[in-house]
T-cell receptor, first 113, second 111 residues
């Protein structure tokens, strides 16, 4: 099956710093999402981005599908950005999505005041 | 629009018991997926239902089962609980499987 690798596994930043999180995947995908898991365990949608670039406030994401990687950029980080960031993909299925996301192990981000 | 609702939020069971978890999707969503999250294995896909049919199943033993009702609400059942079943169980809903929205999860502890 498809493999998803996220780096770095842990990241500690000072408030105000910028960061880049990376997600590599081993096969073609038709679905790629970035999530932030809050301290209570809920996964919050950040981006649906199987290809291209999107921006939402201080966050942006880029997926280069032909090279099988995606990047999540966090600018001017805040303490509330702390938590675990997951990349999740679904392998190409010509019958359409079947709701089967494969998750990476996540990047644990700690933003210090 | 209300989000994905999972009940109960917390559950404590003993080995050998069975448990049923419930998930109410976002209104209009017909796909419901279930995931298990543990510190050791991370987030793993359990199964997905679309219009009351299981379309996809992960690599879990037959003790894990689910169903979906005509109103798209879904339940998952774990029979003969083992200590290793202690986990956060998350469900997600989507229109047709692509953009998934997650509930707050049910934290199951097996003693």
């Amino acid at each position: 099956g498809i493999q998803v690798e996220q780096s770095p596994p842990d990241l500690i930043l000072q408030e105000g710093a910028n960061s880049t999180l990376r997600c590599n995947f081993s096969d073609s995908v038709n679905n790629l999402q970035w999530f932030h898991q809050n301290p209570w365990g809920q996964l919050i949608n950040l981006f649906y981005i199987p290809s291209g670039t999107k921006q939402n406030g201080r966050l942006s994401a880029t997926t280069v599908a032909t090279e099988r990687y995606s990047l999540l950029y966090i600018s001017s980080s805040q303490t509330t950005d702390s938590g675990v960031y997951f990349c999740a993909v679904e392998q190409v299925n010509y019958g359409g999505s079947q709701g089967n996301l494969i998750f990476g192990k996540g990047t644990k981000l700690s933003v210090k005041p | 629009k209300a989000g994905v609702t999972q009940t109960p939020r917390y559950l404590i069971k003993t080995r050998g018991q069975q448990v049923t978890l419930s998930c109410s999707p976002i209104s209009g969503h017909r796909s419901v997926s279930w995931y298990q999250q543990t510190p050791g294995q991370g987030l793993q896909f359990l199964f997905e239902y679309f219009s009351e049919t299981q379309r996809n199943k992960g690599n879990f033993p037959g003790r894990f089962s689910g169903r979906q009702f005509s109103n798209s609400r879904s339940e998952m059942n774990v029979s003969t609980l083992e200590l290793g079943d202690s986990a956060l169980y998350l469900c997600a809903s989507s229109l047709q499987g692509y953009i998934q929205y997650f509930g707050a999860g049910t934290r199951l502890s097996v003693l």
